[in-house]
């Protein structure tokens, strides 16, 4: 399997404009996560869903964010508007079930100017 | 609420020495725990899941203890190369298995 993975890898959009981004998880995994890294706040989740159901959304900062799940292979994170504190590294992981041992995609990173 | 610190934020070390990478989390009902490697610029590496009731789990030159009690988990790298020079992060799951918890990560620095 070519592991969790994620686009784009790079994102560079104006302050305003509405961002997507993707994931498809590892085949089978039926546990999504979408985390967000920062240097001063590291990693947090911010979405965690289970057979393509959101189950945890506490970690969504407010209502311009949103993630999907649309079936088990794809799930999209949409800020809109996008706001220069958004920028960061935002990282999607699968696993096979709760509890059970999560794998990473390489990442989005994205720059709000 | 748990909270997962690791100590020290960074450490060099010459090549060839053994170490050891600390993780302690405050709420000890945890459930599994996984270290991870991340080189800059990179994704997260899964490096070794310890279940709750195991104490040790071994990949290696890698070998990770779990002591819940102590709220304690340590990585031990053998051996060590420059290639492992990378930042080591623990994480445990949260009750409701719906999320990992991270600590900041320890950067190791390993010179030749």
């Known amino acids: 399997d070519a592991g969790v993975i994620q686009s784009p890898r790079h994102e560079v959009t104006e302050m305003g404009q509405e961002v997507t981004l993707r994931c498809k998880p590892i085949?089978?995994?039926?546990?999504l996560f979408w985390y967000r890294q920062t240097m001063m706040r590291g990693l947090e989740l911010l979405i965690y869903?289970?057979?393509?159901?959101?189950?945890?959304d506490s970690g969504m900062p407010e209502d311009r964010f949103s993630a999907k799940m649309p079936n088990a292979s794809f799930s999209t994170l949409k800020i809109q508007p996008s706001e220069p504190r958004d920028s960061a590294v935002y990282f999607c992981?699968?696993?096979?079930?709760?509890?059970?041992?999560?794998?990473f995609g390489q990442g989005t990173r994205l720059t709000v100017v | 609420k748990q909270e997962v610190t690791q100590i020290p934020a960074a450490l060099s070390v010459p090549e060839g020495e053994n170490l050891v990478l600390n993780c302690s989390f405050t709420?000890?009902?945890?459930?599994?725990l996984q270290w991870f490697r991340q080189d800059p610029g990179k994704g997260l590496t899964s490096l070794l899941l310890?279940?709750?009731?195991?104490r040790e789990q071994t990949s290696g030159r890698l070998n990770a203890s779990l002591d819940k009690s102590s709220g304690r988990s340590t990585l031990y790298i053998a051996a060590s190369q420059p290639g492992d020079s990378a930042t080591y992060l623990c994480?445990?799951?949260?009750?409701?298995?719906?999320?990992?918890?991270f600590g900041k990560g320890t950067t190791l620095s390993v010179s030749s």
């Open positions: 085949s089978g995994h039926n546990s």
């Open positions: 310890i279940q709750s009731s195991q």
């Open positions: 994480a445990v799951y949260n009750q409701a298995g719906t999320a990992l918890i």
């Open positions: 992981a699968s696993s096979p079930g709760q509890y059970l041992e999560a794998f």
């Open positions: 869903f289970n057979n393509n159901v959101p189950i945890d």
């Open positions: 709420d000890s009902a945890i459930y599994n």
